[in-house]
């Protein structure tokens, strides 16, 4: 569609990624909060492939790391930081134009939403694709080890108190587990079709 894609988790995974490199306490909100003044992290489509800028150097390969996506579920439990990312998300929003991706997307960030998809898959099978995801760039991985941090994380951000994990009232629904990725683009872009063609 040619749209920006606002893939925000690459955004917290940026920001665990500078909490740890000023060997922060992920944990500790006064801790992770002196980052949050002057982070700057910006999302820009290159060659096809999105390129994710913190403070103008790209660690796009960097936050992809297995141990990023627990870095990021903790800083994202703190209000300093989701805030900060808000107003940065909002901002690349605000034009229209985007589809953003998050966990938060349709219940926080952006509640009034043209269309609103809650995607998501069991928990093995979210495994089994970091699995192969990982794998392929050449990482020792082992899949208990990653269905184990795919649940603890699923459980984390389920019960954070701030902007928990859970699907926006008016959001479709769409499990992917037996689907390819083909398949699930075909089902979204019906439902854009169909309101489309309604109008």
Request: a neutral charge; hydrophobic letters at 40%; aromatic letters at 6%.
């Amino acid at each position: 569609m040619g749209y920006l894609y606002l893939d925000t988790g690459a955004m917290y995974r940026a920001a665990g990624l500078k909490a740890l490199r000023q060997n922060l306490d992920l944990d500790n909100p006064e801790s992770v909060k002196a980052i949050a003044p002057d982070l700057k992290i910006e999302l820009r489509k290159n060659q096809g492939r999105l390129q994710v800028l913190l403070e103008g150097e790209d660690v796009s390969e960097e936050i992809r790391k297995p141990e990023m996506g627990m870095a990021a579920s903790k800083v994202s439990r703190h209000r300093v930081i989701r805030e900060k990312l808000w107003q940065i998300q909002r901002r690349l929003g605000a034009g229209g134009g985007v589809v953003a991706e998050g966990r938060d997307m349709g219940t926080v960030v952006f509640p009034d939403a043209e269309f609103k998809f809650f995607v998501t898959a069991g928990a093995e099978e979210r495994a089994r694709r970091r699995y192969r995801e990982l794998a392929e760039k050449g990482y020792p991985v082992d899949y208990d080890s990653i269905l184990e941090e795919v649940k603890k994380r699923d459980e984390q951000d389920s019960k954070r108190e701030l902007a928990p994990l859970k699907s926006a009232e008016d959001a479709i629904m769409i499990d992917t587990t037996n689907l390819k990725i083909e398949q699930v683009v075909e089902k979204i872009l019906k439902v854009i079709q169909d309101k489309s063609l309604r109008e």
